[in-house]
T-cell receptor, first 117, second 110 residues
Framework: DTGVSQDPRHKITKRGQNVTFRCDPISEHNRLYWYRQTLGQGPEFLTYFQNEAQLEKSRLLSDRFSAERPKGSFSTLEIQRTEQGDSAMYLC???????????????FGQGTRLTVV | GQQVMQIPQYQHVQEGEDFTTYCNSSTTLSNIQWYKQRPGGHPVFLIQLVKSGEVKKQKRLTFQFGEAKKNSSLHITATQTTDVGTYFCAGANTGNQFYFGTGTSLTVIP
């Protein structure tokens, strides 16, 4: 396992369709993060998991967005009823759990670029 | 909610000149990380700062964390063309969620 992998790398979908992205973290990492990045902006935090527990999801952009990590390994991010404004790069990152004061390095995947037409 | 701002948004420098980007948070941070993203690439971790007033160096890069743990800076001495990219700070609260800054895009002119 050489890093975080995301699938697919690119997705073009019609408005109103549902899409699902997959993220496979580094195998020993128990934290997994999802971010969205639009052109010229920094990654925008969406949600994160520690093992299979979703510890923060209030930043998911709307109720059309949901994420799962059923067995504490890979994760999926689903967007229902896609809109043109959902077009962006969706990044996944993983890390080891840190402490309350010190986090550990996050390793990012290459991202899934979503285009909604 | 937590906001992390960076200035400047863009910086063009001649090769050999120095470069600095500044990061400011609206809230006190537990720690801050810095990442570099090359054009078309994904963010790559550079360093983490935890202590108030901490200064860390990596070759030509110097990172500082403010005394109040609300601001940070990255300074690059004698830029090279390999330094091209966007530099992001990412501040973490005690909830271990990282909020990325707006980034500073660095262009180095040979």
């Amino acid at each position: 396992d050489t890093g975080v992998s995301q699938d697919p790398r690119h997705k073009i979908t019609k408005r109103g369709q549902n899409v699902t992205f997959r993220c496979d973290p580094i195998s020993e990492h128990n934290r997994l993060y999802w971010y969205r990045q639009t052109l010229g902006q920094g990654p925008e935090f969406l949600t994160y998991f520690q093992n299979e527990a979703q510890l923060e999801k209030s930043r998911l952009l709307s109720d059309r967005f949901s994420a799962e990590r059923p067995k504490g390994s890979f994760s999926t991010l689903e967007i229902q009823r896609t809109e043109q404004g959902d077009s962006a790069m969706y990044l996944c990152a993983s890390s080891l759990a840190g402490t309350a004061l010190r986090n550990t390095e996050a390793f990012f995947g290459q991202g899934t670029r979503l285009t909604v037409v | 909610g937590q906001q992390v701002m960076q200035i400047p948004q863009y910086q063009h420098v001649q090769e050999g000149e120095d470069f600095t980007t500044y990061c400011n948070s609206s809230t006190t941070l537990s720690n801050i990380q810095w990442y570099k993203q090359r054009p078309g690439g994904h963010p790559v971790f550079l360093i983490q700062l935890v202590k108030s007033g901490e200064v860390k160096k990596q070759k030509r890069l110097t990172f500082q964390f403010g005394e109040a743990k609300k601001n940070s800076s990255l300074h690059i001495t004698a830029t090279q063309t390999t330094d091209v990219g966007t530099y992001f700070c990412a501040g973490a609260n005690t909830g271990n969620q990282f909020y990325f800054g707006t980034g500073t895009s660095l262009t180095v002119i040979p």
